[in-house]
């Protein structure tokens, strides 16, 4: 069952015989162990379908080989560490495990009784089928719960003793070795009743687990963090929040965040097993940071250099799912600390992240996964551009010179780029002035008119490319200033070619406005019902309705309104323009200043104005250009 293929014709009477008489009793199949055999294949198809990346676990019965063992119980064929199960030279004996073997393209699985077959040969219904027709398992309680942890800590303490007692002979403690593994997977089982971890805490088995993270044998310290990972899954944390918490924050205490750290930093991705552990280790990273998010943050900060890692490991040019959990993770980060953004920039992060959005200048990513890296550096990169104290590193990246390649080449990298060009435009004058200097103008625009849409739908959003677009040309004609000759030539932009963008402004004011519209007749129908059954809404209920027109297009119709009223107050031309072009739509500049109002309410209102002769401090500071935007806004209104 573990993948060694030999002729039985080859083998002697006398060897078949000690084969057999070596071979531990196997225990008789029953309704309870058919229903492990098959609940054990689902799993194995689960996580075959979430990701390449899978465990080839320790057959507890391989036969051994005492010269292919290293003093600390690992597997070496040529200088490089070999599972246990990989040995061609003898055959296994098996007790009713599943070996699950990762090839390529399939996954096969092989039986104790040698008969192979693809999990992609079977239907939705016949995998239905089976579990419908399995018995039921018997539940775990904390008698047995206990009886698990018992098995499991004696395991433990025979491995310890041996290897304490053993260390240079393997040979010697190879087989306690193979127990534990055993027992540290039959723990994976406790994941699915969560409520039942006490018992689990009250033995301190979970902190063995923890202390077996830096076993001699990786093999031993990738199963230990896989059961980690599990029962701090999310599915648990539903089922019983209170007790996963509770587990979360014991490991927490017991420096788990350094441990798997420092440990991921061992092994050998080369190694299919060890990439496995690297990439659980990031998995139960992220279940720390669901549960309990600021103290993992404020311990990967204060006692691990998991940032550095994560950033090192986007630095291999090859895709692999391991590199696309180090972008979400450091994207996750970023947008839940004020202070990881600062620490990716300090430590050269900026051209570290560039660097891995420049393989795709000219390609597409070739699957799902790898265009989620993407985005997820794009996230990152998003997070860190507004910020003031990384202006100076990224504009020596030159990051506005790459996304301008980026928008041109039109490949799936535009969308991110438009995005991140918006984020590097809000407060930055600086960043405005560059993008104009470099010839960033007919990009954006180009953007803005939607040239190449209908070829290149690989790198296109409509949606968010439109709020992306207007977004970064308010911010050009906020930071520009009105005088100067940066700012004229933005204005340049809607006065050539027979002010074909005015057209296309008014193109999405009535589009835009249309969708708006909608949702709100929809809302006041939500209001009438709620109304007549004597129903008051909610303020949940009222953010919820805002949240929808949001979704329609609200905050693109504002922006795009905020775009006409200026021009129009820059050019009568283009005033005059708008109206003759508004008229075809049966609509006049009223329905534009509703819009700029409306805009202006969101931003506040003039109850609380701010005194700009007295000193301000820095979130004072940021509600004055709130102000000044609300007072702009009602100012250009008022003009239009």
Not at 38 to 63: D, H, M, W, Y
Not at 534 to 545: K, L
């Amino acid at each position: 069952m573990d993948g060694v293929d030999f002729d039985i014709d080859d083998l002697d009477e006398e060897t078949i015989q000690k084969i057999v008489d070596e071979a531990p009793e196997m225990e008789a199949l029953d309704p309870t162990s058919v229903k492990k055999l098959v609940a054990n294949f689902e799993k194995a198809l689960t996580k075959n379908q979430q990701g390449s990346c899978g465990r080839i676990s320790i057959n507890p019965k391989a036969l051994m080989d005492d010269d292919d063992y290293d003093a600390g119980g690992s597997r070496r064929v040529g200088g490089k560490r070999k599972r246990p199960d990989e040995d061609e030279s003898s055959p296994n004996v098996a007790s009713g495990d599943v070996d699950v073997d990762y090839d390529d393209d399939q996954m096969a699985v092989d039986t104790m009784d040698g008969v192979d077959f693809d999990i992609d040969d079977l239907d939705e219904e016949t995998i239905q089928k089976i579990v419908d027709e399995a018995p039921e398992m018997e539940a775990l309680d904390p008698t047995s719960v206990k009886k698990l942890v018992a098995n499991f800590e004696k395991a433990l303490t025979k491995n310890q003793q041996q290897r304490s007692k053993f260390g240079d002979q393997p040979e010697k403690f190879m087989e306690s070795e193979l127990e534990l593994d055993t027992e540290i997977k039959r723990l994976q089982g406790i994941a699915a009743t969560p409520t039942l971890y006490p018992e689990l805490m009250r033995h301190k088995s979970h902190l063995s687990l923890l202390g077996l993270v830096s076993h001699e044998n990786t093999d031993i310290a990738v199963d230990a963090i896989e059961v980690l990972e599990e029962l701090t899954d999310g599915e648990p944390l539903t089922e019983s929040p209170d007790t996963v918490l509770d587990l979360i924050d014991d490991l927490l205490a017991n420096q788990c965040l350094q441990v798997i750290v420092q440990n991921m930093k061992r092994l050998n991705e080369t190694i299919p097993e060890e990439q496995v552990g690297v990439y659980k280790t990031l998995s139960l990273v992220e279940n720390f940071l669901e549960a309990r998010r600021e103290p993992t943050i404020d311990t990967i900060l204060k006692d691990t250099d998991l940032v550095a890692w994560l950033l090192q490991r986007l630095k291999p040019k090859p895709f692999d799912d391991v590199k696309g959990y180090a972008a979400e993770v450091l994207s996750i980060l970023s947008q839940n600390s004020d202070e990881v953004p600062l620490l990716i920039s300090r430590m050269g992060g900026i051209d570290t992240l560039l660097f891995a959005l420049n393989n795709y200048k000219k390609t597409n990513p070739e699957s799902l996964p790898e265009e989620e890296m993407i985005e997820n550096i794009f996230n990152t990169l998003c997070v860190i551009a507004p910020l003031q104290e990384c202006q100076r590193k990224f504009t020596e990246a030159e990051t506005l010179h790459l996304v301008q390649i980026l928008i041109k080449n039109k490949k799936f990298c535009r969308k991110g780029a438009l995005k991140l060009l918006d984020h590097s435009l809000q407060n930055s004058e600086e960043n405005c002035k560059v993008w104009v200097e470099i010839g960033g103008l007919s990009k954006l625009f180009g953007a803005f008119m939607k040239k190449g849409a209908g070829k290149h739908k690989m790198g296109y959003d409509e949606k968010a490319d439109d709020e992306h677009c207007v977004s970064s040309i308010v911010s050009l004609f906020k930071h520009l200033g009105q005088e100067g000759k940066l700012w004229q030539r933005v204005l340049a932009k809607f006065q050539e070619n027979d002010y074909e963008k005015v057209e296309r402004l008014v193109e999405m004011q009535v589009k835009y406005l249309g969708q708006v519209l909608d949702v709100e007749d929809s809302i006041d129908k939500k209001r009438q019902e709620l109304e007549a059954e004597g129903i008051e809404v909610a303020d949940a209920e009222e953010a919820g309705f805002y949240l929808d027109k949001l979704d329609a297009g609200l905050f693109t119709l504002q922006l795009v309104a905020r775009i006409i009223a200026t021009v129009c107050q820059a050019d009568p031309k283009i005033k005059d323009k708008l109206v003759k072009l508004l008229a075809m739509q049966n609509l006049n500049v009223d329905s534009i200043k509703v819009v700029l109002r409306d805009y202006a309410l969101t931003l506040g209102d003039d109850d609380d104005e701010v005194a700009e002769s007295e000193p301000q401090a820095e979130e004072d500071a940021e509600a004055a250009k709130v102000k000044a935007e609300r007072r702009k806004i009602l100012e250009l209104a008022e003009q239009l």
